[in-house]
């Protein structure tokens, strides 16, 4: 079972702390981001990209969450655990299908937005004859070279289909009267979902047709040369795959091999979800679920003409009177500054993306060609496609450092790519070390340790986001960058623990999972707790991706109960019950979802007057807390702790893009709180950070 499964639910089951079932959270969340494609104030491609990312979110809720309660539902043991999980995925069927339903209303009502704004997306049935002209000419020169179609009936068995893909059903009605089926996987791996093709004449517009429609246009032509048809009709249909990958527990060399062994099992994973046109006829769907094998556990979804609509989060038209205006990140380090100076002068805090991420590939690049730095030690989780992190790497390799990478090849959906950059930098002399035997790595750290003065020194990055330039870009998180000498011992500790994970080094500064973070956390409430009982002050600030830890919940409770005030700010899944009287009534939640993904994690602590404010690349969820490699840190500088809880508090007065949850997590938008001002906390964010540049 991974670590991230719901074992917290049968955990919570036996301890009996109200908890609201975390799935059901999530998708309460991605409803959040169907909020955004509903939101006509929102321009309309950011709207249709919104699309995609729900689709794309969906996507992966199935491989991973519900695989995991389906694997629950499956093998539980005692009929009550079997029916609270039997219970659960009907509850998750029954809230994605109302989801499905609402999605279908947006994309209709955002493919006539882009209509009238001069951006039309038509289908086989609407093209005029010029355009019909060249959609068969595309068709026969790019699309039908990359066709394979198979038949489906009861004698052959089904191909091993791609969960990546979309596949095309088709009924055939052939010149005799007699029916065949057949299955084809649209190429969309290979050519453009989106296809421009002309205009109207004297008309100022873009018009694309998506590649389904282009093969839809000429069906017949696919078995021209096979079959005497009558009638070809294609009805599209993709499956979802469990995720969850089997490793042994020792992290060597091979795990490489191991590891891209599980990967070809995945492909080949049980399907857990089948989403189909609705309109497909009855005998064609039943053949397909019984060539899939698909069981009582199993969810099945139907659905309008297109699938895979993650394609639209790379939607073509890039008009900018119709996206998000981009800022220009504010500057981190002076172009003339030599990074190393500008860094013992004080710890520098970034908040991405308002801040440029490039100081990140400065201080490394700076690092791999500076005579006076002797090593560079780094954890890589996610990476971006032409990585200048991994660049810098190679080339202090090359200017005699030690380098030594931490690459973790588990982080899910990126093991691929991990992989390959793992055997990069083995090729070209990078110490590269796979990880701890049963945790994930997914500390975000960089140790640099230069020469001076004829001793070392540190120079350290801690961070809430992946050394990712691509994501950088979309991502709302932090870096410290610090030239202190404590933190940079507690960084170096860290890399001395994953290469020798027998030894639990003592630090000055940070918390770690697996050791520390759980127990200092639940210290940090508990002495809220103790002051509000002494009728002192007592506050809780958090802010994070998930909170589903039921024991970290169950403390929060317990200070709403004592009278602590506390707020949270979560992007995802929440698991505490919000808004409940006798329970949670001194809590608050709310939630954002805005042009940038919020992805940084803040716990602040009110700590009589003297306020705790840590940074972490920990969210508060059991797998985060028990199962990984996680560092949490102090802001030491007051001048730092004043920026984020002064962001947290923007964000908190968001009365444009944050959601109340209560309850029911119904995400009801905060309707103005009767403030004489609007405030969005993105944009609010950006003029503040700006403020403090001058």
């Known amino acids: 079972m991974g670590a991230g499964s719901p074992e917290n639910a049968v955990e919570s089951m036996a301890k009996d702390i109200p908890l609201y079932p975390k799935e059901l959270s999530w998708l309460s969340f991605n409803a959040r981001v169907l909020q955004e494609v509903e939101d006509a104030s929102v321009p309309i491609i950011e709207r249709v990209r919104f699309l995609g990312i729900f689709s794309n979110n969906l996507d992966e809720f199935y491989r991973v969450r519900v695989a995991d309660v389906r694997r629950l539902a499956t093998f539980a043991k005692g009929s009550k655990k079997k029916e609270h999980f039997s219970e659960l995925l009907g509850n998750i069927n029954e809230k994605v299908l109302r989801l499905q339903a609402r999605f279908g209303s947006a994309y209709t009502k955002a493919l006539e937005d882009l209509g009238h704004n001069n951006i039309h997306v038509i289908n086989e049935r609407q093209l005029t004859d010029n355009q019909r002209v060249y959609v068969e000419e595309y068709f026969h020169r790019e699309v039908l070279p990359e066709l394979e ?60 047709i998506v590649l389904d429609n282009v093969i839809r246009a000429c069906l017949v032509d696919v078995f021209r040369f096979v079959l005497p048809i009558e009638r070809a009709e294609a009805y599209t249909f993709k499956i979802s795959r469990d995720a969850e990958l089997e490793l042994g527990e020792h992290v060597t060399q091979n795990i490489v091999d191991r590891l891209a062994k599980s990967l070809k099992k995945r492909k080949q994973a049980e399907p857990v979800r089948l989403v189909y046109d609705s309109t497909m006829p009855e005998v064609l769907l039943q053949l ?251 506050e809780i600030f958090i802010k994070c991706n998930n909170l589903v830890d039921s024991e970290v919940i169950d403390h929060l409770y317990r200070a709403s109960i004592a009278g602590v005030q506390v707020r949270i700010i979560v992007r995802s899944m929440c698991a505490l019950l919000c808004q409940t009287k006798g329970l949670s009534d001194n809590i608050k939640v709310i939630s954002l979802v805005d042009k940038y993904l919020e992805h940084a994690r803040v716990y602040a602590f009110h700590n009589g007057g003297d306020a705790r404010v840590y940074l972490s690349s920990a969210d508060l969820m059991t797998r985060n807390l028990d199962h990984r490699v996680e560092v949490t840190f102090p802001l030491l500088s007051a001048a730092h702790r004043k920026t984020v809880l002064d962001i947290l508090e923007l964000q908190w007065q968001d009365n444009q893009k944050a959601r109340v949850l209560d309850e029911d997590q119904s995400n009801g938008r905060i309707a103005n709180r009767n403030s004489k001002r609007n405030v969005r906390s993105q944009d609010a964010i950006y003029r503040y950070l700006k403020k403090l540049e001058v």
């Open 149 to 208: 179609p198979f038949f489906i009936d009861d004698r052959d068995t089904m191909p091993l289909l791609n969960e990546a893909s979309i596949y095309f059903g088709i009924y055939l009605e052939l010149e005799d009267g007699s029916l065949r089926f057949a299955g084809l996987e649209l190429p969309t791996d290979i050519l453009p979902r989106f296809v421009a093709i002309p205009h109207r004449e004297n008309c100022h517009e873009k018009v694309y």
């Open 288 to 538: 397909i679920k019984k060539k899939l094998k698909m069981g009582r556990y199993d969810s099945y979804t139907p659905g309008g003409r297109y699938h895979n609509s993650k394609d639209f989060m790379s939607f073509p038209a890039d008009l900018k009177q119709h996206t998000y205006r981009k800022i220009k990140p504010l500057p981190t380090l002076p172009d003339s500054a030599n990074i190393f100076d500008w860094l013992r002068e004080s710890n520098r805090l970034c908040y991405y993306p308002y801040h440029d991420f490039r100081v990140i590939t400065k201080l490394l690049a700076s690092a791999a060609i500076d005579p006076k730095v002797r090593e560079i030690r780094i954890n890589l989780y996610r990476v971006a496609q032409n990585s200048r992190v991994v660049a810098a790497l190679v080339n202090a390799v090359r200017n005699q450092k030690r380098v030594i990478a931490v690459v973790e090849l588990q982080a899910r959906f990126d093991e691929q790519a991990n992989i390959h950059w793992s055997n990069e930098l083995s090729d070209a002399g990078v110490e590269v070390i796979y990880g701890v035997p049963g945790l994930k790595v997914h500390c975000k750290l960089i140790s640099i340790v230069r020469e001076e003065g004829g001793r070392d020194r540190y120079y350290s990055h801690f961070g809430t986001g992946n050394f990712n330039e691509s994501t950088a870009r979309f991502y709302c998180d932090f870096s410290l960058l610090s030239s202190d000498d404590k933190l940079g011992e507690d960084a170096y500790r860290v890399f001395d623990f994953i290469q020798q994970p027998h030894l639990q080094p003592d630090y000055h500064h940070i918390w770690m999972s697996p050791h520390t973070n759980r127990p200092n956390i639940l210290a940090c409430i508990d002495r809220e707790i103790a002051a509000a009982a002494a009728g002192e002050p007592a």
